[in-house]
């Protein structure tokens, strides 16, 4: 089981930049995707970026062009990097560790672990 710790959450004004750290107690390479998620006041959680244990991204579309994800795997550290942040951009960002695994005997494992999540605030 994996304890993942968010940093880097602050109160910026539009236009502005952060840099979010998550910290995992494991070795992140023993997780297919490590990635981070958001959730705002009224909406759902939606996925923001992961990246898996080859280096491979994805990004929701709403913050192409403008967030970045990357990895320090000598220091079990994921990184999200905010580029011209807005207003919609508020909500609370949380790591996210993913590991899946399918035997030969037909067992599939399938399972997520999520920090505490770190307040980003957007003024405009």
């Known amino acids: 089981q994996v304890e993942l710790v968010e940093s880097g959450g602050d109160l910026v004004q539009a236009g502005g930049s952060l840099r979010l750290s998550c910290t995992a107690s494991q070795d992140i390479l023993d997780y297919n995707y490590m990635g981070w998620y958001r959730q705002a006041p009224g909406k759902q959680r939606e996925m923001v970026a992961h990246i898996d244990s080859n280096g491979r991204t994805k990004y929701a579309d709403f913050v192409k062009g403008r967030f970045t994800i990357s990895r320090d795997d000598a220091k079990n550290m994921v990184f999200l990097h905010m580029n011209s942040l807005n207003p919609e951009d508020t909500a609370v960002y949380y790591c996210?560790?993913?590991?899946?695994?399918?035997?030969?005997?037909?067992?599939?494992?399938?399972?997520?672990?999520w920090g505490q999540g770190t307040q980003v605030t957007v003024s405009s």
């Open positions: 996210n560790a993913r590991f899946m695994y399918s035997s030969s005997g037909g067992a599939e494992y399938d399972e997520t672990y």
